[in-house]
């Protein structure tokens, strides 16, 4: 099975997440003890959506994130570039599109919001697929990411980085059809910028209005942002 490196191939990411589709969502949930759920809701509710505004959850994998979205009945189409994630979710009924988040397939300004759970770290360019995002919002629309960040408590900080490093490659193994990715999840959390810089990347690339709050002491962390009008 293969795995990603924090080169972030779009080709080796895309293929990756084709190997971990199958038990993607149990995965998900085994390896962050339940609380995957209320990280969506949580970025459901940052979002404000009302019903019949068009919303694109980008990186949306097997569409779980997404049919979050859709109980606020927005109209929420998912895209990914991993047919194979696509494919795993094909039983749940929300639009999906094929695409890449730094080459969206869709027209500027066709979105009231736009959305990316736990998709942003794992963009080749980030800062291209926030400009993506941005342009395919419209003038006043809303961003938030939900993606792991810097957990804020310092004695806390250092058991998840033991967590990270030890225990989530032996329960991916037991789990996924795929534990070589859950070494590159680990990775590319460690790697990934903390609170203030990446909202600062969000700031650079066409967002105003940025800001975040943390979930689970800074385990995820959500950044919100607007299209400025
Ligand atoms: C960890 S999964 C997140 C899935 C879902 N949003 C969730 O909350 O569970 C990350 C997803 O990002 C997708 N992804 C990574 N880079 C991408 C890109 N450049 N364009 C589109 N999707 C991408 C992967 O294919 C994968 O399905």
Request: glycine share 8%; charged share 20%.
């Amino acid at each position: 099975m293969s795995r990603a490196n924090l080169d972030k191939d779009p080709r080796a990411v895309a293929s990756m997440f084709d190997g971990v589709a199958r038990r993607y969502d149990l995965t998900n949930t085994v390896l962050s003890l339940g609380r995957d759920r209320s990280w969506r809701r949580a970025t459901r509710k940052a979002l404000g959506l009302q019903p019949g505004e068009k919303v694109l959850d980008l990186a949306a994998g097997t569409a779980v994130s997404t049919v979050e979205l859709a109980k606020s009945g927005a109209w929420c189409v998912a895209a990914d570039f991993s047919v194979g994630m696509l494919a795993a979710g094909a039983g749940r009924d929300v639009p999906k599109v094929a695409g890449d988040a730094t080459k969206l397939p869709f027209d500027d300004g066709v979105f009231d919001a736009v959305t990316i759970s736990f998709g942003l770290r794992n963009v080749v360019d980030h800062a291209a697929g926030l400009r993506e995002m941005a342009r395919v919002t419209r003038p006043g629309g809303r961003l938030v990411v939900c993606e792991f960040s810097t957990p804020t408590v310092p004695v806390f900080a250092t058991a998840y980085k033991e967590y990270l490093m030890r225990a989530l490659p032996a329960v991916a193994r037991a789990v996924s059809s795929n534990p070589e990715a859950y070494v590159y999840l680990a990775e590319s959390i460690r790697a990934w910028p903390d609170q203030a810089a990446l909202a600062e990347q969000i700031a650079a690339s066409g967002w105003s209005d940025v800001g975040w709050r943390n979930l689970t002491g800074g385990i995820v962390a959500l950044h919100s942002g607007r299209k400025p009008v």
